[in-house]
């Protein structure tokens, strides 16, 4: 069983920052690929970022490229999504979510994960 954690959210003002955390309870976490996710109020659940297993790849949605930074301590168990700059329409339930995987890619579609978070609510004020 794959139990994903996240933290790390809140409230914050327009051009804040905000650090997010998944752990994931499990030894073979070096060989998922992670991704972040956002549902807002009333909309589909959409792609944020994604890493692969290693860390090397990454990707972003172009809302928020420039802004986020996704990582991962595979030592820790724990990937991040670092949020600067944040704007009113970044408010949303974030959540991570994981899809095992042999090759060190990424993916950006919610489809493609396995494991999702519980989520933890960002609420960015103007």
């Known amino acids: 069983q794959v139990q994903l954690v996240e933290s790390g959210g809140g409230l914050v003002q327009a051009g804040g920052s905000l650090r997010l955390s998944c752990a994931a309870s499990?030894?073979?976490?070096?060989?998922?690929?992670m991704g972040w996710f956002r549902q807002a109020p009333g909309k589909e659940r959409e792609f944020v970022a994604a890493?692969?297993?290693?860390?090397?790849?990454?990707n972003y949605a172009d809302s928020v490229k420039g802004r986020f930074t996704i990582s991962r301590d595979n030592a820790k168990n724990t990937v991040y999504l670092q949020m600067n700059s944040l704007k009113p329409e970044d408010t949303a339930v974030y959540y991570c979510?994981?899809?095992?995987?042999?090759?060190?890619?990424?993916?950006?579609?919610?489809?493609?994960?396995?494991?999702w978070g519980q989520g933890t609510q960002v609420t960015v004020s103007s």
């Open positions: 979510a994981a899809r095992f995987t042999s090759t060190d890619t990424y993916y950006y579609t919610l489809a493609r994960y396995d494991y």
């Open positions: 499990v030894r073979t976490f070096s060989s998922a690929a």
């Open positions: 890493i692969s297993r290693s860390g090397a790849n990454t």
